[in-house]
């Protein structure tokens, strides 16, 4: 089955980094677009960046546009998020998710992790 298991969050200060990582197994990790996405508390699921399967392309969310960059090493099956000059409001959960289509369908999803926690505080 899908497994999608996050980690590398935990807490950081304003304006500091932290590495996500996302271990995949249970798919064909190089045939899917993968994406990471957000959750603060009391807030709705926000989309933060995606990558094609071959890695080629990559996109982000404008507020983290320069800060944030997506990576993925296929043949550890394996998605990154570094996270730069990090921001209190960038308090979240952290999900991996898996995209539903082609090769280039980040956005439509059907698989996500548990998520990993980023507190980014002074």
């Known amino acids: 089955q899908v497994q999608l298991v996050e980690s590398g969050g935990g807490l950081a200060q304003p304006g500091g980094s932290l590495r996500l990582s996302c271990v995949a197994s249970?798919?064909?990790?190089?045939?899917?677009?993968m994406s990471w996405a957000r959750q603060a508390p009391g807030k709705g699921l926000e989309w933060v960046s995606g990558?094609?399967?071959?890695?080629?392309?990559?996109y982000y969310a404008d507020s983290v546009k320069g800060r944030f960059t997506i990576s993925r090493d296929n043949a550890k099956n394996t998605l990154h998020l570094q996270m730069n000059s990090l921001k209190p409001e960038e308090t979240a959960l952290y999900y991996c998710?898996?995209?539903?289509?082609?090769?280039?369908?980040?956005?439509?999803?059907?698989?996500w992790g548990q998520g990993t926690q980023v507190t980014v505080s002074s």
């Open positions: 998710e898996k995209g539903k289509g082609d090769y280039s369908d980040y956005h439509q999803v059907d698989y």
């Open positions: 249970g798919f064909t990790f190089s045939y899917y677009a």
């Open positions: 990558i094609y399967s071959d890695g080629t392309a990559t």
